[in-house]
């Protein structure tokens, strides 16, 4: 079971750089600076109470983390000592950039009991960082990849395809490139133009084309598929849909749906159904099978992957629910035919896989 993770937002605090897609304030729906060690307190014993048992950590997000004022950073540690000596949390994660991450903090961070640090790499294109406003190059993520996961730390990778100069070559390269350096968990949010951002100005200036909602989807499902075959958990797909998000005007354009990451899910079953049919002799009285769990992925959205089917050929009006299939798993058949597969384990996007 993954760990319950109580998240406290300090959005941009510590930031030296205004990124160009980045207004954490919407994102979090944050307007203070950082939380209290009350309020730390409070909240977790909150989440705690009426949680299953299970792994608590607390998380610092939505800022740089190891750039705050070292009082600063040891005062939000100390905030859960409490805590993790009462054995209600085990430690902590933090997310910050891949440029501030050298042995003195990463030292530091161990006795403070930071098991997870999620390092926001955003591409490993050098062009797409520089346009982006990052201050960082993709040599430094990849160096602090390797660097935190020596230093005994779970290490993370947030990743932002879209972004300006960036695509979908890029986007897999990039997570391709994270996956060899060793990161241990990612996440994936698409471009979105958030209000009072610079990328906001470019969009309405007409310097800045964002991924549509399919080409956004596309991509990432061929990201999450990599991932999914390297052992690597996506830990989250597409921006929370919060309140700030759900604000009038807070999103401009770009690539977002409230159910990002169910969208993309489902992309993984189409595609591996079509590739399956394409081997099939007869395309008629096709029928398809999946465990129960996973009935809503494989029909879509608003059941859409039927609709996508019928229109390639295969007329698949209803699932069949098969326990015995892996929830990863699925299987098509015909009146003389029968072929499984799996999400994780098929060669998907063959194009992408050797790249």
Not at 27 to 46: C, D, F, H, N, R
Not at 98 to 122: C, M, R, S
Not at 195 to 217: H, I, R, S
Not at 308 to 319: F, Q, T
Request: with cysteine; aromatic share 6%; glycine share 8%.
């Amino acid at each position: 079971m993954p760990p319950l993770i109580i998240p406290f937002f300090i959005p941009h605090s510590g930031c030296p750089h205004t990124c160009l897609f980045c207004n954490q304030r919407l994102i979090s729906g944050v307007k203070q600076p950082y939380p209290t060690a009350e309020q730390v307190l409070k909240t977790v014993l909150e989440w705690v109470g009426r949680s299953r048992r299970r792994l608590v950590e607390v998380a610092f997000y939505g800022g740089s983390f190891t750039l705050l004022p070292e009082s600063l950073q040891k005062y939000l540690l100390d905030s859960v000592q409490p805590l993790i000596a009462r054995k209600i949390v085990a430690g902590v994660r933090i997310s910050t950039r891949p440029d501030a991450l050298n042995d003195k903090i990463l030292k530091f961070l161990a006795v403070n009991n930071v098991k997870t640090i999620e390092i926001g790499v955003q591409s490993l294109d050098d062009e797409v960082l520089s346009l982006s406003g990052r201050g960082h190059t993709a040599v430094d993520s990849l160096e602090a990849i390797k660097r935190v996961r020596e230093a005994g730390f779970l290490v993370g990778a947030q990743l932002l395809p879209g972004l300006p100069g960036d695509t979908s070559a890029k986007s897999v390269s990039g997570i391709k490139g994270v996956i060899q350096a060793g990161a241990q968990i990612i996440r994936i949010y698409p471009a979105v133009v958030l209000e009072g951002t610079l990328l906001a100005e470019q969009f309405k200036n007409g310097n800045y084309k964002p991924l549509t909602l399919d080409e956004g989807v596309k991509t990432c499902a061929i990201m999450l598929h990599l991932s999914l075959r390297a052992g690597i958990p996506v830990i989250r797909i597409g921006l929370q849909a919060d309140d700030g998000l759900s604000a009038d005007g807070a999103i401009i354009a770009g690539c977002w749906h409230p159910a990002f990451g169910e969208l993309v899910k489902a992309q993984l079953f189409h595609d591996l159904v079509i590739k399956l049919a394409s081997g099939l002799d007869d395309k008629n009285a096709v029928k398809l099978f999946c465990n129960p769990d996973r009935i809503s992925q494989v029909e879509g959205h608003k059941r859409s992957n039927l609709m996508k089917w019928k229109n390639y050929g295969l007329n698949i009006p209803n699932l069949f629910p098969d326990s015995s299939l892996d929830k990863n798993e699925i299987r098509i058949e015909n009146l003389k035919q029968k072929v499984k597969s799996s999400v994780v384990t098929s060669y998907l996007y063959e194009e992408y896989n050797n790249a």
